[in-house]
């Protein structure tokens, strides 16, 4: 197939470098000259993803109406804050395109200001997107294991079981194994998610607490996700899968995450902004963590993860006492079937 993947981050070159391995034609749209530069020159993305070359079958540009032309589908991988702003500048190369053509968005975060989940936008943003045409990727994926062919399952999520079923054979293949579920909104939300509790184990390796505590964080930070997900329209099954708990102790306990690396370096006292100043890729975590809080305060779900984390990164509050307020909440029956 004539594939577009917009953006050149690590998971976005990981996938148009996945999907030109299995035979389509691939052209990854690059926001940043530097990135452009390095992919064009040396085929190879030495900010994002160094060491992986780009095959044959990818094609670079920075122009939205070369990136989308021709195109039988569309692999969204934009950061979640600048995903609408992103979209607004495709929409005239979007419209060009005929009806049907699908759209696969692949980032795992919410948007910040109104807690939209990234499929939301893209119907916004996109006319004519209906949910015939639209689907999520998500899954326990480190993108540069995808890259480097190792053994990864992931998921499509569709409410068209026949859109999820086709677009399973378009990724599937050689080590990434994909699987379909029916629950959109419930895969988005799992992905997004999960990062905010990768930055609470982050948080709580970093200061030294231990194995159980990690443990502990990621089986109390799956309830609250349950929680939380099922009151926001989501199946609560959907949580104990790949995007679920698949994705939450990978992300959780994996060396290349992201989030749980700057909480790991916030445990160790380090200030939030001097982390991010070494960090050139978006950390989900951080705005999802301000959109979950602000959705649980509004709709009074009990979130107490979400709500030490927040205090964290948004408010200064102490790390440690933000864990001294989790081990101090009143004692209760354990039920992880409804979240408690």
Not at 136 to 152: H, I, Q
Not at 242 to 247: H, R
Not at 289 to 316: C, F, M, N
């Amino acid at each position: 197939m004539r594939l577009a993947v917009l953006g050149a981050g690590s998971w976005g070159t990981a996938l148009a470098i996945h999907l030109a391995r299995l035979g389509h034609d691939v052209t990854l749209w690059v926001h940043g000259s530097e990135t452009y530069e390095a992919l064009r020159q040396y085929r190879e993305n030495t900010l994002y993803l160094p060491g992986v070359a780009l095959p044959p079958g990818v094609g670079v540009t920075p122009a939205p109406t070369e990136a989308l032309q021709d195109a039988e589908g569309i692999v969204v991988c934009v950061p979640s804050s600048w995903f609408r702003t992103t979209l607004q500048a495709f929409r005239p190369a979007w419209q060009a395109l005929p009806d049907t053509v699908w759209v696969v968005s692949a980032t795992k975060g919410l948007e910040p200001e109104t807690h939209a989940t990234m499929s939301e936008v893209l119907r916004q943003e996109w006319p004519g997107l209906d949910g015939d045409r639209l689907a999520v990727l998500s899954g326990p994926s480190f993108a540069r294991e995808v890259a480097e062919e190792r053994p990864t399952a992931v998921v499509i999520a569709s409410p068209v079981e026949a859109l999820a079923q086709r677009l399973q054979t378009v990724f599937h293949g050689r080590n990434l194994r994909v699987y379909r579920n029916t629950d959109r909104r419930g895969v988005e939300l799992a992905g997004a998610m999960k990062n905010v509790m990768a930055l609470a184990a982050g948080m709580a390796a970093g200061l030294q607490l231990g194995h159980n505590a990690v443990a502990a964080l990621i089986t109390r930070g799956l309830a609250e996700m349950v929680r939380l997900g099922t009151a926001m329209g989501a199946r609560p099954e959907t949580f104990y899968g790949l995007a679920g708990v698949g994705d939450l102790v990978l992300t959780c306990t994996g060396p290349l995450s992201r989030n749980r690396m700057v909480g790991y370096r916030l445990g160790l006292g380090e200030p939030l902004d001097q982390i991010l100043q070494g960090f050139r890729m978006a950390v989900e975590g951080i705005p999802t963590a301000r959109a979950l809080k602000s959705w649980a305060d509004a709709h009074g779900i009990d979130a107490p993860i979400t709500q030490a984390v927040y205090g964290v990164l948004y408010e200064g509050y102490p790390i440690r006492k933000a864990v001294q307020r989790l081990l101090e909440r009143p004692l209760k029956s354990e039920d992880i079937s409804v979240g408690s």
